[in-house]
């Protein structure tokens, strides 16, 4: 069955830093792996998809994935944190047999001043 | 420019009412699905749809049902409400194709009592 793995309940991290969430999958076949974000009381937001091709994957608001296929891991990063950025987010893989989309649990990131 | 629209945003019920949540969308897409999200879950997937007239479970339909009628609506149906439904319901469309990723709507929050 297909899964993801977020093992960080949350990630703290300073205003300018560089920050990373984990996140491995487990997919039989090829991974469609996407990273969405949320907002306090708001729905999710899609920041990136990796579907094929180059390893890093750029999205919305300045953030970035890593696909690595030897190590099963598609963790998101980016370069200098912002307080904005504050909020839960989900990594989610596709299941390739029904389409489905199945969520990590989430990784709370809070980027403190 | 709607996306996904679902009401209502919160519901108070007493255990044994039924009720039905409404999501619609406007963008054409034939997937749509039910999420609820619950504290240290993440999203978990009640039904999903791959268009008018067909519906399967997810990973939690028990005390669910859906329809799907026409391509813009699939409401979510509570038969009988118990506690354990108290949540954060999320419904999604998204086209087709596999490399595209979910629009999600803005939520309902559901408490039974």
């Known amino acids: 069955a297909q899964s993801v793995a977020q093992p960080e309940d949350q990630v703290n991290v300073a205003e300018g830093n560089p920050l990373t969430v984990k996140c491995t999958y487990s997919?039989?076949?090829?991974?469609?792996l996407f990273w969405y974000v949320q907002y306090p009381n708001r729905g999710l937001q899609f920041l990136l998809k990796?579907?094929?091709?180059?390893?890093l994957v750029k999205g919305s608001y300045g953030f970035e994935a890593e696909f690595n296929k030897s190590q099963t891991s598609f963790h998101l990063k980016k370069p200098s944190a912002l307080v904005s950025d504050s909020a839960l987010y989900f990594c989610?893989?596709?299941?390739?047999?029904?389409?489905?989309?199945?969520f990590g649990t989430g990784t709370r990131l809070q980027v403190f001043p | 420019n709607a996306g996904v629209t679902q009401t209502p945003k919160f519901q108070v019920l007493k255990t044994g009412q039924s009720m039905t949540l409404q999501c619609a969308q406007d963008m054409n897409h034939e997937y749509m699905s039910w999420y609820r999200q619950d504290p240290g879950m993440g999203l978990r997937l009640i039904h999903y749809s791959v268009g008018a007239g067909i519906t399967d479970q997810g990973e939690v339909p028990n005390g669910y049902n859906v329809s799907r009628s026409t391509t813009e609506d699939f409401p979510l149906r509570l038969l009988s409400a118990a506690p354990s439904q108290t949540s954060v319901y999320f419904c999604?469309?998204?086209?087709?194709?596999?490399?595209?990723?979910?629009?999600f709507g803005s939520g309902t929050r559901l408490t039974v009592v």
């Open positions: 989610a893989v596709r299941d390739g047999n029904t389409d489905k989309l199945i």
């Open positions: 997919v039989s076949g090829n991974p469609y």
């Open positions: 999604a469309s998204k086209r087709g194709a596999a490399n595209y990723g979910y629009t």
């Open positions: 990796y579907i094929t091709g180059d390893n």
